[in-house]
């Protein structure tokens, strides 16, 4: 007789993720977590304490991605890298449900008014780490005289960050990355117009 696999706990963290991602916190369940991942309710529990305790590791973990997502992207390098990330945000990939779900953290502090601090804290950790990447950006640039700003650039970076967090949360209203175009179009525009 085989023996039942073992999935380690990275993996059912993926899991966990996806299905969060798709379903929101709100709507998700430990019987539907159980459902997803593959594994039993007594494997999450000798985990994790309850439901938002695994989601703060999924989100911990997201939160890890993203910081090594913008470091790939160079984001930090200057205002061209940031346009070339915005201007990805249109390109068509093959259509899986996670690409028409936006940005995890993004759907997370808009679906629910969270009253764990914990997951609260994460949300703002993402984004303080995204202002504090993207402002670098523009200060490298603007350093290299690539830039006549006509705002503070710690204002640039809360206009783009929050455009940011716009275009993911109506990405995830109609699950079609392709609603965004002009959006996107509009935001690389200002930040082009800064440009020297």
Known sequence: MARPRI????EIIVSAMDYFWIHGYE???ISKIENATGVSRSTLY??????DDLFLSVLHSYHLQGVEMM?????????????????????????TEIHNCGCLIT??????????EQIQKVIKSYHSEQLKV?????????????????????????????SLWGIF????????????????DGLVQTIESWKI
């Open 27 to 29: 709507s998700s369940s």
């Open 169 to 184: 949360t109506i990405i995830r209203l109609y699950r079609n990355p392709q609603k965004v175009s002009s959006f996107i």
């Open 134 to 162: 993207f402002l670098l950006g523009l200060t490298n640039s603007n350093s290299r005289g690539e830039l006549d700003c006509p705002m503070p650039l710690e204002n640039a970076v809360e206009f783009i960050v929050g």
């Open 7 to 10: 999935h380690t706990r990275e």
């Open 71 to 95: 470091k790939e992207l160079k984001l930090a390098n200057g205002v061209n890298e940031i346009i070339n990330f915005i201007n990805s945000l249109k390109i068509v990939s093959p259509e």
């Open 46 to 51: 000798n985990n994790w304490d309850d439901k």
């Open 107 to 116: 759907s997370t502090a808009t679906d629910v008014e969270f009253k764990n």
